[in-house]
T-cell receptor, first 111, second 113 residues
Framework: GEDVEQSLFLSVREGDSSVINCTYT??????LYWYKQEPGAGLQLLTY?????DMKQDQRLTVLLNKKDKHLSLRIADTQTGDSAIYFC???????????FGTGTRLTVIP | DSGVTQTPKHLITATGQRVTLRCSPR?????VYWYQQSLDQGLQFLIQ???????AKGNILERFSAQQFPDLHSELNLSSLELGDSALYFC????????????FGPGTRLTVL
């Protein structure tokens, strides 16, 4: 299909790990991204992974890529209340310059 | 702060009207992308300009048009506005025409009454 799919909601307790999942569509996608959108704000690029990598770690963030299943995940360790936001995965499909975004996952961190 | 600026932050107008949204890319970035975020359609790519020329088109309506000026700022023109055009309009920029990172501005929230 055409859609990049994400679960709509995720709630975690402060201090726990959060895992946000995404299924993308194009096996020729070259880069896969995670963006964060806080209320009333724009999209902040958190991290991205090249399609020939399986994992990328950046401080509290770990991105896992399963190319066979076209599955991408973002793990946030030691989740804080400031992590509450909507998280979008996006893919850069082969031959396209623009990004294709998922529906977004609203992460709520419970104190 | 991504370095991408957009004005205005909010815009309220009536059906049938025309508006212009403005975007200044990050210093040194040659590409500008416009995206629309609405409740029913999610985040959709509209159009890309690279160094003044249109490079790619997405789901942009014929009532909408854009351009990129010699100083690399871009404007998105929306005309004959309909209620369904109410959305957040984002501009993003990148260094080249096809690169890894796109940096997004804060968006312009358009409300059509």
């Amino acid at each position: 299909g055409e859609d990049v799919e994400q679960s709509l909601f995720l709630s975690v307790r402060e201090g726990d790990s959060s895992v946000i999942n995404c299924t993308y569509t194009d096996s020729s996608s070259t880069y896969l991204y995670w963006y964060k959108q806080e209320p009333g704000a724009g999209l902040q690029l958190l991290t991205y992974i090249f399609s020939n990598m399986d994992m990328k770690q950046d401080q509290r963030l770990t991105v896992l890529l399963n190319k066979k299943d076209k599955h991408l995940s973002l793990r946030i360790a030691d989740t804080q209340t400031g992590d509450s936001a909507i998280y979008f995965c996006a893919e850069k499909r082969g031959g396209a310059n623009n990004l294709f975004f998922g529906t977004g996952t609203r992460l709520t961190v419970i104190p | 702060d991504s370095g991408v600026t957009q004005t205005p932050k909010h815009l309220i107008t009536a059906t049938g009207q025309r508006v212009t949204l403005r975007c200044s890319p990050r210093s040194g970035d040659l590409s500008v992308y416009w995206y629309q975020q609405s409740l029913d359609q999610g985040l959709q790519f509209l159009i890309q300009y690279y160094n003044g020329e249109e490079r790619a088109k997405g789901n942009i309506l014929e009532r909408f048009s854009a351009q990129q000026f010699p100083d690399l700022h871009s404007e998105l023109n929306l005309s004959s506005l309909e209620l369904g055009d109410s959305a957040l309009y984002f501009c993003a920029s990148s260094v080249g025409s096809s690169v890894n990172e796109q940096f997004f501005g804060p968006g312009t929230r358009l409300t059509v009454l």
